[in-house]
């Protein structure tokens, strides 16, 4: 995981500006929106459905493109272009967790674990060890050659949310992570992902409704008109 030299944020968001266009005219998502995530912080983003949460996080996590602004980490603007550059970065710097784990349902939990390292060269036997650490601090331990579809919803889950720290990503970028399970098992999965998050040292932004969720960052900012607004620290 990289540090950021003194001064810079770790991931920094200037003017992002994300407008559709439709047979009616043009949307406007996001206006202008500006954002900072420093190490090792963990910043909520709440807003209505339809607010651009999600647009958003994809712009900072590089699966989409804004109209116009940038995105930089530590300090250097990512080229949405070079998809070549962007993609790599992508698989070193950030991991994801979707409301949807996408498991591929013909491998095991521990072989979905291991995907994101698969994707950088050859497993060895230090990757292997932490892919089976993470099954045992998640409960899983004794599922690892489980399929997904052997798997209840939330231990799915799981394996999502522990794959997204595999490589050890400066950034973790969750999107409703537990918007598709109960309550019960959703804060307990919280309560997990920000326990990992603290093991790691990761930074955090998370799109959630859930403000018992959200109050567990250090930060929470709000997604209105196409603007982020009413930054408050819950740290103090």
Do not use: Y
């Amino acid at each position: 995981m990289n540090e950021t030299s003194s001064g810079t944020p770790l991931l920094e968001a200037r003017g992002i500006r994300k407008v559709f266009s439709r047979s009616d005219g043009e949307l406007v998502v996001l206006d202008s929106c500006d954002f900072i995530l420093e190490s090792g912080q963990a910043i909520a983003v709440v807003g209505e459905s339809g607010s651009g949460k999600s647009t958003f996080l994809n712009i900072l996590g590089a699966l989409d493109h804004s109209t116009s602004g940038m995105v930089l980490h530590q300090g250097k603007r990512l080229e949405f272009r070079d998809r070549s550059v962007v993609d790599q970065w992508r698989r070193q710097e950030v991991g994801f967790v979707f409301q949807s784990h996408m498991l591929l349902p013909d491998f095991t939990a521990l072989e979905n674990l291991l995907l994101p390292a698969r994707r950088m060269g050859p497993v060895n036997a230090e990757i292997r060890q932490r892919a089976h650490d993470f099954l045992d601090t998640m409960g899983l331990k004794a599922r690892a050659d489980h399929l997904p579809g052997e798997l209840s919803g939330g231990e799915q889950q799981r394996i999502a949310v522990a794959r997204a720290f595999m490589n050890k990503p400066s950034i973790v970028l969750a999107d409703e992570p537990f918007g598709n399970l109960d309550q019960k098992i959703g804060g307990h999965l919280g309560e997990m992902l920000f326990g990992l998050r603290d093991k790691e040292g990761t930074s955090l932004v998370i799109v959630t409704h859930d403000m018992h969720l959200a109050e567990q960052a250090d930060r929470i900012m709000k997604l209105e008109h196409g603007n982020l607004v009413s930054v408050e620290d819950v740290s103090t």
